[in-house]
């Protein structure tokens, strides 16, 4: 036989009465876990606006070395781009794109433009790279320095004093030839 002493006893009621949690001690618990998801929630949906942010940008990026590209390729008749603005531009692409000769330096001018405004714009593809995209080339003739600049609508994001970023949905360039 197995003789329990005196403090083997007093260790097992010990245990009995300290088995499990208390609703209470649950209730803090889950209380806990559901401010720590919330707090995740908060940082993947701000990544999310951080991250279509950058893309957007990236796109605007994209179109504008795009235009910069092609006036750089059709140098002689740069003047022709200078102080155009997409908005209200024509979208109807010119004849010599898809005739067999081609274009003219001259008309080159006409279907870069109009390719761009329908990137800018998204027209043709049915999805549009910039939500409200617009694009504007202007030429400082003093400094002989071309500037595109493309501007889109995007969420409005707080920074990290709350305050508004503003200022944050548009994208320049400048070169010279």
């Not at 005196?6 to 499990?20: E, P, R």
């Not at 235009?67 to 200078?82: E, F, S, T």
């Not at 001018?109 to 714009?121: I, M, P, S």
């Amino acid at each position: 036989m197995m003789k329990i002493g005196l403090n083997s006893f007093h260790g097992l009621q010990a245990c009995k009465h300290g088995k499990g949690f208390t609703l209470i001690e649950i209730l803090v618990t889950m209380f806990i876990l559901a401010i720590g998801l919330l707090g995740l929630a908060g940082l993947t949906t701000e990544g999310m606006k951080n991250n279509q942010g950058a893309y957007l940008r990236t796109q605007a990026s994209i179109l504008a070395y795009d235009m910069v590209d092609r006036i750089r390729a059709n140098k002689d008749q740069a003047a022709g781009y200078q102080g155009f603005s997409t908005v209200g531009a024509a979208t109807k692409l010119p004849s010599c794109v898809s005739s067999t000769s081609g274009c003219t330096a001259a008309d080159r001018v006409t279907a870069d433009l109009v390719e761009w405004t329908r990137q800018v714009q998204g027209v043709g593809s049915g999805v549009a790279m910039l939500p409200g995209g617009q694009g504007r080339i202007m030429f400082d003739g003093t400094g002989l320095i071309y500037t595109i600049t493309i501007q889109w609508q995007e969420t409005g994001r707080e920074g990290d004093a709350g305050e508004v970023v503003a200022g944050d949905n548009s994208y320049t360039v400048r070169f010279t030839l």
